[in-house]
């Protein structure tokens, strides 16, 4: 492609990344290698630094750089609340809503019978002890209003029926959306229209 | 966004590339945080590697990892045909073409009234001098078919008119292109230049 191996290599690890192709990834190394000192080098240098830091919280899945992340040791986010979501980009979006002050729990998926995805490939058993272990009072199912994510709704809302209020966010999600494509205040509006399932 | 500054400064950058948006960078930064070891550290170390070698060819404007590229230094290529693209993307493109065996001269864009684009802000006037010092017997424009490319390819045949044959890429149908997706422009000018079979 170019005659240089280092560039052809990173232009083939460019187009593996979700939503760019060979294509994308030449212009983009391109654009990198014109923007040498603005954008190549702070981002290969911030890429060493989020790998070497960059974890899952144990508690909750989020992504931080500590054992434990920033919500789940802020003792005012301990209010009984705990939002379920399906990933982190999941999680920010509702931070990003600033209308949730409790916690998350994340799930790292949906069930999915199609690729073979259960309760013990997702963080499931770990959200049943939360809910006793942190004294949640209420579970809010933030998931994707996909086929996938409602079965997964109702497989959460079975596990923990009669030992929590179960809601979900309201209409505001459109079907077939998903909440990091939402709008923040779609997000919010959401939220605070949550029903009891 | 995160509550981690690196990260945040991560997607940041990452939604400066063509083509991303801070969504994407988003989703991009997860998915790279989840593929440590396979992506992001490998992406991080090339990216390194990448700014401290690539540098632009001082002859034809192509990237490489030296002073004066492959193409340059390759003397089976000296077959006196210089081709001339916009920028080094299109050069690969020819490459990959594999029908090309001469050498190549990157402008580094299109003479533009609208972006203040002169030919002393593209390598115009080197052009002229490489015609001159490497015995140039044909020159071929492989610029753009856009108003700017056609304006920027008449400029260059009349910089070096008299000098040495001008010939530029045939305009026609795309092979296994379907008429039915052409514009209009294409479609006629296929058919001016159609060929008895
Ligand atoms: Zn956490
Ligand atoms: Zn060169």
New interface residues.
Partial sequence: ????R??D??IE??A?????GPR?A????????AK?DL??????D??????A??RECLNCG????TDI???CTDEKRANGQLCVVE???DL?AM??GQAFKGRYHVLGGTLSALDQVGPEDLRIPQLVNRVEAEGISEVILALNATVDGLTTAHYIADQLEGRVTLTSLAQGVPIGGEL??LDDGTISAALNARKTL
């Fill in positions: 492609m170019s005659s240089n280092d560039i290599s990173l690890l460019m593996k990344l979700p939503g760019l994308s030449r212009r983009t190394v391109l654009h990198l290698i040498r954008q190549l080098i702070p981002l290969a911030l890429m060493q630094k989020v790998a830091t960059a989020n992504v931080g750089t992340c920033d919500i990933d982190v980009a920010w931070e990003r990091d494509y």
